[in-house]
T-cell receptor, first 113, second 116 residues
Framework: DTEVTQTPKHLVMGMTNKKSLKCEQH?????MYWYKQKAKKPPELMFV???????INESVPSRFSPECPNSSLLNLHLHALQPEDSALYLC????????????FGPGTRLTVT | DQQVKQNSPSLSVQEGRISILNCDYT??????FLWYKKYPAEGPTFLISISSIKDKNEDGRFTVFLNKSAKHLSLHIVPSQPGDSAVYFCAASAAAGGTSYGKLTFGQGTILTVHP
């Protein structure tokens, strides 16, 4: 199994809603990542988890809250988002932080209204 | 400050010909480089990579060349096929820096269109 799965595929939420994005991998990878990608732009790193601990937070606003409940799962909790947060949210994993190759999921297309 | 640049937003080639995608970087601490392919509505797919200790890496139709002195790398696809049509991202990592572990810096992407 070389797949990273993400749910939901699409999400529309209001600025007062609370929602969560989910990411799962069963490759035994110990590093997991959240990226944000706006249209016609490259992916931008948000968070990195290593062995279920937060390793990197790229100064992301607190309305985005990551969680790594176990080595296979990564969540991104969303609260009080702004319309400019609308983007494709990508999850990735790698064997560990020393492995350069990251494997991406299909993403969640988020629209904030 | 864009540390990884792909100066060609798009490239159009004929099926069977060579596609050459270029990437320049400014951070001399980068020691590993990757190419990803992305189809619409999908996540990026890892294609090929190269360490800074090498100047060439080949995998089937895909070859990546690295010129460290020029801080330039290129991806060659030979022969190009219509199914190669996608956005190609160059990415770089400076893992030796400790705090940079796990961080990939991406270029802006180049849209490749291969015409039958």
């Amino acid at each position: 199994d070389t797949e990273v799965t993400q749910t939901p595929k699409h999400l529309v939420m209001g600025m007062t809603n609370k929602k969560s994005l989910k990411c799962e991998q069963h490759m035994g990878h110990r590093a997991m990542y959240w990226y944000k990608q706006k249209a016609k732009k490259p992916p931008e790193l948000m968070f990195v988890y290593s062995y279920e601990k937060l390793s990197i937070n790229e100064s992301v606003p607190s309305r985005f809250s990551p969680e790594c409940p176990n080595s296979s799962l990564l969540n991104l909790h969303l609260h009080a988002l702004q319309p400019e947060d609308s983007a494709l949210y990508l999850c990735a994993s790698s064997q560990d932080l020393t492995a350069y190759e990251q494997y991406f999921g299909p993403g969640t297309r988020l629209t904030v209204t | 400050d864009q540390q990884v640049k792909q100066n060609s937003p798009s490239l159009s080639v004929q099926e069977g010909r060579i596609s050459i995608l270029n990437c320049d970087y400014t951070n001399s601490m980068f020691d590993y480089f990757l190419w990803y392919k992305k189809y619409p509505a999908e996540g990026p797919t890892f294609l090929i990579s190269i360490s800074s200790i090498k100047d060439k890496n080949e995998d089937g139709r895909f070859t990546v060349f690295l010129n460290k002195s020029a801080k330039h790398l290129s991806l060659h696809i030979v022969p190009s096929q219509p199914g190669d049509s996608a956005v190609y991202f160059c990415a770089a990592s400076a893992a030796a820096g400790g705090t940079s572990y796990g961080k990939l810096t991406f270029g802006q992407g180049t849209i490749l269109t291969v015409h039958p």
